[in-house]
């Protein structure tokens, strides 16, 4: 008695022991009854084309959503338009709860990315979902849909979108009718934001921000996108890394010369860009440019101990993606996202196998990927990479050099800016973060991953900047869920547990935020 | 007087004096008179197809070549094939000189590189050879031939071939015409070997020397092809460098990630490569490779003058090229190409410009181009590239990787070596290389550029290994002859000039070889 005492302590301390509430009980008990019929209005979603080039398929999803809301009982249910008429709409709803003095707002996009068909595996097409007995990695099999309606939650859905972020949209809206159906009573309004553009880029938010500001007042947008943590563990994410890009190019002869003739005389450009490359890494993988990490706002004590408790998926993911070392050698990856990164995207000059000849080229390129943490400013980042392009002797421009500035200088780079935005990241000591760790801790019997901000980007600025939000991101679908790829899937228990994930927020007590 | 004399004795110890022999003026008065029937004859050769995809045409100009040459009373004429039949024949000729001892073999090629006629200028097509009244890259127009068959020398045919390599056949059989009706007399026989299979990579010359070995006997090949000196000075070449390839694959995860959620954790191939490549040279262009230039025969002293003598063109061709720095600072292009070389043909990992995505590449590759001089195996050259990677901490394949071993190992090259085969040199200390300057100093006021060789490569140790011959090049078109690209041209006063080279080299005195 006294052993399980002290154990049930331990796990209590180190923060890991949750318990599935009632409520996610009685939630899950609903489900199980409208799993068939869900499944059903599933397929009928995943099976309209909800790519960018394609208006007429993300208009049928938009008006599919809209009816998934009506049957729900979601007011004011109606289409966000930006000035721009032609660009997809975003979708809107909501439910004014009385009494309530707090608004949730929870956000999906319907939209898709781009499909090439032919990727696809056998049998797997976007547009016409199929289930399968498990993953395709795992040789599992295409299946017919269970005439009974018994659906195994380790089956698996194959479409575009069924992950990313059609998923989020289904979760969102079940999690609504279960909370509504099973007699629970709401503390907070609900309001529905579905987006038509985010795999284009979210170009047109910010005007649907402004075209609709007070309508889009909340206390908390809940971002479902993305996968869980890839322990399968369920995530609470407070933030996104910022993006930049610096193209680079630097220049050789006029022309391709005979490297017979010419080689190890006139300047080869592919080495010149690959001494700048290499300059800008140490050889344990650090950035090597002034003042790269100069601005990082440091991490909480809340944030730090969130890290070290994220769960270390290195060996794993090495395992996956076949190499034994990472770049910075000792830093695992939930580590690593936490700092700037430079990476190099692509590299080229001249040509390789079948088109290599016996030339020096001309030009060498490449493009790096500046990724920020919250302290950076993205054009500062940017400017302290062309500040080291030029500490290493080059004279540096933003359009194609001319004859007379190569009579000059024996060292050019053309280097262009592009992209660009800044990291956000909320913070997880506000009541309300607390409240929504708390939500998705009463879903589950195992840790849930606290991530101050994840690696990859996210506009999440734009709703600081235009609307004054806070957001958290909580994501329902597998890890292994191949978006943006051929053979995108959800594994039907992230389905599941994404509505009880929902369910859970919406729930979530009264009281400061 | 005495200055005058003074001044002689100068240039002649400079060694820039010749003078025009009262042989070569006989020979040019009767190219005067032959111009306007050698130009019409040209004009016809240089409008049949020579490409190598296209055997009909590679065998008409083989016909007409066998005309030429049976015009001029050249005795033996035939076709000399490999073992395959289908590869395009080399045609022989000979002039057995009775009392003769000693036998002269000149060489040229028919064939020309591939052709893409959209590239050429306006007005121009590769097998429709037209009259220019200078260089296109000064503006030169097309004019009509001249119905008074006067032609100024500055003018030049623009056409595939016209250079390279149909311009060695034409002053090569033109000068043997003009020795023989201009009535000197022969104190060496000469025989004619035209190949077809050059730009081809003379795939089938090893066969055909060992058919007609005996055929072939003679003391020196005298090989017509490529440009004089970019100073627009004769040059005499010794030899040539040879040539090796190293392929070099490095190797990050095994499929393309976010470079938001894993950049700086997997390892980036495009970085593992640009440093593995920086790390092959010094900052001053050196190379950097152990033993890299331990086994390089030294220069004789005669060779080291004549290197000392070659005209600098590195202004000249920097300006051209547009650059302002050569890669080995205070190194220049003469004596670049007298030590082995290290260059980059291509470079290549993920996407550049619009091929760009967010991504760390799976793997990075690069060609390297390597140029030996006498002393050098390319073999054991090859070697040292490999040996300088395993010494960077990577792992050496020669295929591609499987997952055993990228399990092991965290830098995996795969290394391919290709190409390969030695420089050839031949010795300016022997008779015959004396007699073959003096030759062609005899027919210009002009210094004659000595080489001992040249920067580029071609296949002499085939001459060496199957014919134990000897080979001296000599060549006659202009450097900016815009050989193997397009808009090939010739200038006339280049032609006039190798028919007088060639006519004083077939006329060279006898005498210890």
Not at 58 to 69: G, P, R, Y
Not at 246 to 275: C, E, F, Q
Not at 451 to 470: D, H, Q, R, V, W
Request: glycine share 8%; net charge neutral.
């Amino acid at each position: 008695m006294k052993r399980q005492l002290l154990l049930f302590l331990f796990l209590a301390i180190s923060g890991i022991l949750n318990s599935q509430s009632s409520q996610t009980l009685k939630i899950r008990s609903y489900r199980e009854q409208k799993e068939s019929q869900w499944m059903q209005e599933y397929i009928q979603f995943l099976s309209i084309p909800n790519i960018a080039a394609d208006t007429a398929g993300l208009k049928k999803n938009a008006d599919f959503i809209m009816q998934m809301m009506r049957k729900r009982n979601v007011q004011n249910v109606q289409l966000l338009f930006p000035s721009t008429k032609t660009a997809a709409p975003s979708i809107y709803g909501e439910v004014i709860v009385p009494g309530a003095t707090r608004t949730l707002i929870f956000y999906a996009h319907y939209d898709g990315q781009p499909v090439d068909t032919l990727q696809w595996a056998k049998g797997l097409k976007p547009f016409t979902p199929k289930l399968l007995n498990g993953s395709l990695e795992k040789n599992a099999a295409i299946i017919p849909f269970p005439a009974n309606g018994k659906y195994d939650p380790q089956w698996r859905i194959y479409a575009r979108g069924a992950s990313d972020d059609k998923a989020g949209v289904m979760a969102i809206l079940s999690a609504y009718e279960s909370v509504i159906q099973t007699g629970f009573s709401l503390n907070y309004n609900i309001k529905f934001f579905f987006e038509g553009e985010e795999e284009a880029g979210s170009t047109h938010l910010n005007e649907i921000f402004q075209n609709y500001t007070s309508l889009l007042k909340s206390d908390l947008w809940i971002i479902c996108d993305g996968p869980v943590h890839q322990s399968g563990k369920k995530a609470v994410i407070f933030g996104a890394r910022g993006d930049a890009h610096v193209d680079i190019t630097v220049y050789g002869p006029s022309r391709p010369l005979h490297s017979g003739h010419y080689g190890n005389w006139a300047p080869n450009p592919a080495l010149m860009l690959a001494k700048l490359l290499a300059s800008m890494k140490d050889d344990n993988g650090r950035v090597a440019i002034r003042g790269f990490n100069d601005d990082v706002t440091p991490l909480t004590t809340l944030e730090k101990k969130a890290v070290s408790e994220i769960p270390s998926v290195d060996e794993q993911m090495k395992e996956e993606l076949k190499f034994v070392k990472e770049e910075i050698p000792g830093m695992g990856l939930s580590d690593a996202i936490m700092i700037p990164s430079l990476n190099i995207n692509g590299m080229q000059s001249g040509g390789v196998g079948a088109k290599a000849s016996n030339v020096i080229p001309t030009m060498a390129s490449a493009v790096l990927d500046l990724r920020l943490v919250p302290g950076n400013d993205y054009k500062r980042q940017q400017q302290r990479v062309v500040d080291h392009i030029r500490a290493q002797g080059y004279y540096v421009t933003d359009t194609e050099p001319i004859e007379a500035e190569k009579k000059i200088f024996a060292k050019i780079a053309k280097v262009t800016l592009s992209g660009g935005y800044n990291a956000q990241r909320t913070s997880m000591s506000l009541p309300i973060a607390q409240k929504v760790i708390d939500a998705v801790k009463s879903t589950t019997n195992d840790q849930v991953v606290l991530i101050p901000n994840m690696g990859g980007s996210l506009p999440l600025y734009l709703f600081e900047k235009y609307l004054k939000a806070t957001t958290i991101t909580v994501p329902v679908a597998n890890h292994d869920n191949n978006q943006h790829a051929e053979n995108e899937n959800i594994r039907l228990l992230n389905l599941w547990n994404g509505i009880e994930t929902m369910a859970a927020l919406m729930l979530m007590p009264p009281g400061p935020l």
